[in-house]
């Protein structure tokens, strides 16, 4: 909003907040306009200044030789009837707070702690400062938003985390703010409203307008970006040669992937993903370009380090970027199905680094980019489903602990979540039948797989949606014991259906109060709808594998294994024993569709727990049985 300067004041500064006096209805900026210079004025009906300033430059005076910094930061609020004002020292410096009975510029009414009012141990984040307004519920706690920055050197990069802290009151009536420990703590009583966990959205552009979780890399006109162009697409044109749009990267592992029509027509033409440090000193990026003979390649690169492929598909190929910590891989594809991977994985320490105190300010982005020539992109996906989700980086959690490359201490009633899963678009009759260019990214999962070990009795993972209990159960699975805790073996679920952008949340349920196991990764699998080469999906009957349990069980010596094909494929079924050792194959041919019976004979073999597992094309499912 553009607002009025009231006379006497030279700036309203750039460091500011609102507050609206819940008793007589008024509303004020706290503004911060260099080191001294602290007022709140008082703003009428239409959102402009009424010429009402309270001075409060005595709080910083530079007589004094600041004695809080720069007192930036400023924010409000009322507890009790008294007004609250409170700000940080400097960008990592302490908070302070002060208290008046009334709402004035007079010194004499304000009465100001003197020390900081965060207390306690740092734990994983350190540094907090920079308040939210508190704010106080229906149970009587209070609670604010803080700052703060990781604790990791080599993940600065990351820059500002915001930390949801509870505020208590000493008798004398001043909030002290318990540092940000490093175990769970208890969330605030708030009623669930759906709304999703804040990591980099999905987005399939079919809006008329670009979300807001999109910005632009510096300003950029309008004319340069259209959504409208070319319907389903996001069309990029450089503006002083190139343009971006990008969103905060904030987490540790991920997968990018987009769908992009480009022709570029020199090495200097490039469009595709990227991650980007704060600077714009650091990047690592999969895109579409040519070689230095003219040769339209697929490239994946960091800093010095660059590979390519020659780029046989044409100007429309999926690329993804996949995040596994600090290490970068880059792949491309002809159908968003099938993946080549591009070169070796990278390893971009350097990625996450400070370099430069602004990059630990704002931290990374990510998003899609061009550089020389206008290209249209597709959607863009932010966590895949299909892809391998990293377990030991979850967005939030409880009980859980990542440790080496697992995710641990996992116990019973114990949870992980992994947000902005995105399924792919739901997939309608009408879909039989679909253009090109709204394709988009639709896929049916109908299983999970989960890659874990285990050396006690295990247990099982529910995954929900949304939330835990009130969202939706769309797979369980049981884990049992692998033979160690470094022995991991694939575990495999049906799956229902679901399509979207969801929060995915692992429970774990066993018995006893031991670990029940570690999990390392995990996806989804899905038959995506079948395309002709002019890009129209063709009618088929679905895909539909299905292995059953084995009968009798337990049984003696011998057990039939039924299983229906929903198309002629190539199948094999391999037995295991208890520790994940296998045995033998019992068919590994090729079969027609429909419904098959082999039968397993355990003449030979000690008595006890065995695996079956079937591989039929992508379709993968093991069972248990009991050889008595």
Same mark, same amino acid.
């Given at each position: ?315 429309? !190929? +999926? #690329? ?7 290490? $970068? ?8 199905? =099938? %993946? &080549? ?121 529910? !995954? +929900? #949606? ?7 159960? $769309? ?8 033979? =160690? %805790? &470094? ?142």
């Amino acid at each position: 909003t553009r607002m009025l300067v009231p006379a006497g004041l030279w700036s309203l500064g750039v460091d500011n907040s609102i507050f609206i006096d819940e008793d007589t209805g008024k509303w004020y900026l706290l503004t911060k306009a260099g080191q001294e210079n602290n007022h709140i004025v008082e703003l009428g009906k239409n959102g402009q200044p009424t010429g009402v300033v309270l001075d409060l430059t005595w709080l910083n005076p530079n007589a004094d030789g600041n004695p809080y910094g720069w007192a930036e930061g400023p924010v409000m609020w009322k507890y009790k009837g008294s007004y609250y004002y409170s700000f940080a020292e400097h960008l990592a410096g302490a908070q302070y707070v002060m208290r008046s009975d009334t709402l004035t510029g007079d010194q004499a009414s304000w009465t100001i702690m003197g020390s900081n009012i965060f207390t306690g141990n740092p734990g994983t984040y350190n540094r907090p400062n920079h308040i939210s307004p508190v704010v106080l519920l229906a149970d009587s706690t209070s609670w604010t938003v803080a700052h703060s920055y990781h604790s990791s050197a080599s993940w600065y990069a990351h820059g500002r985390q915001g930390l949801l802290c509870q505020v208590k009151y000493t008798t004398q009536g001043f909030p002290y703010i318990q540092f940000p420990p490093g175990v769970a703590v208890k969330a605030p009583a708030l009623p669930s409203r759906g709304v999703p966990w804040m990591v980099p959205k999905s987005d399939m552009f079919n809006a008329s307008t670009l979300d807001p979780c999109w910005s632009f890399l510096g300003y950029t006109p309008g004319a340069t970006h259209s959504l409208t162009a070319r319907e389903g697409w996001l069309t990029l044109e450089p503006y002083n040669g190139s343009n971006a749009v990008i969103q905060n990267d904030g987490e540790h592992s991920y997968s990018l992937i987009t769908r992009v029509d480009f022709s570029p027509e020199s090495a200097a033409d490039e469009a595709g993903l990227f991650i980007i440090n704060g600077p714009e000193t650091h990047e690592a990026k999969v895109f579409s370009t040519t070689n230095n003979e003219g040769t339209a390649v697929l490239a994946f690169s960091y800093l010095t380090t660059s590979y390519m492929a020659e780029n046989t598909i044409g100007s429309t !190929v +999926w #690329l993804r970027l996949l995040r596994n910590e600090h290490t $970068i891989s880059g792949f491309y594809s002809s159908d968003g199905s =099938g %993946w &080549t991977r591009i070169g070796e994985p990278i390893y971009a320490p350097g990625l996450d680094l400070e370099q430069t105190q602004f990059n630990k300010f704002t931290g990374n982005q990510q998003g899609l980019y061009v550089k020389g020539k206008p290209a249209s992109f597709d959607l863009y996906i932010y966590r895949d489903a299909y892809s391998d989700i990293i377990a030991k980086d979850p967005a939030s959690g409880s009980g859980v602990y990542p440790a080496g490359n697992y995710l641990g201490s996992i116990s019973h009633d114990d949870w992980a979540l992994y947000a902005g899963v995105e399924f792919g678009e739901e997939i309608s009759p009408a879909d039989s039948v679909m253009v090109d260019s709204a394709t988009d990214y639709r896929k049916i999962p109908d299983q999970l797989e989960v890659v874990a070990a285990s050396a006690s009795s295990g247990g099982t993972i529910e !995954v +929900w #949606l949304d939330s835990i209990e009130t969202g939706r159960k $769309i797979a369980e699975l049981l884990i049992e014991n692998t033979g =160690g %805790w &470094t022995s991991n073996r694939t575990f495999y679920s049906a799956c229902e259906e679901v399509s979207g952008r969801h929060d995915v949340y692992l429970r774990f349920t066993g018995t006893g109060t031991g670990e029940l196991f570690r999990v390392e990764r995990f996806k989804f699998a899905a038959e995506p709808p079948v395309t002709s080469v002019s890009g129209r999906a063709r009618e088929e009957e679905p895909a539909i594998f299905a292995l059953h349990q084995n009968y009798p069980n337990p049984f003696n010596p011998s057990s039939a294994i039924d299983f229906y094909l929903a198309r002629t494929e190539n199948v094999s079924i391999e037995i295991f024993n208890s520790n994940g050792q296998k045995i033998m194959n019992l068919i590994e041919e090729t079969l027609p569709a429909g419904n098959h019976s082999v039968r397993f004979e355990g003449n030979d073999l000690p008595s006890g727990i065995y695996f079956y597992k079937m591989t039929a094309g992508r379709f993968t499912e093991s069972r248990k049985m009991n050889l008595q």
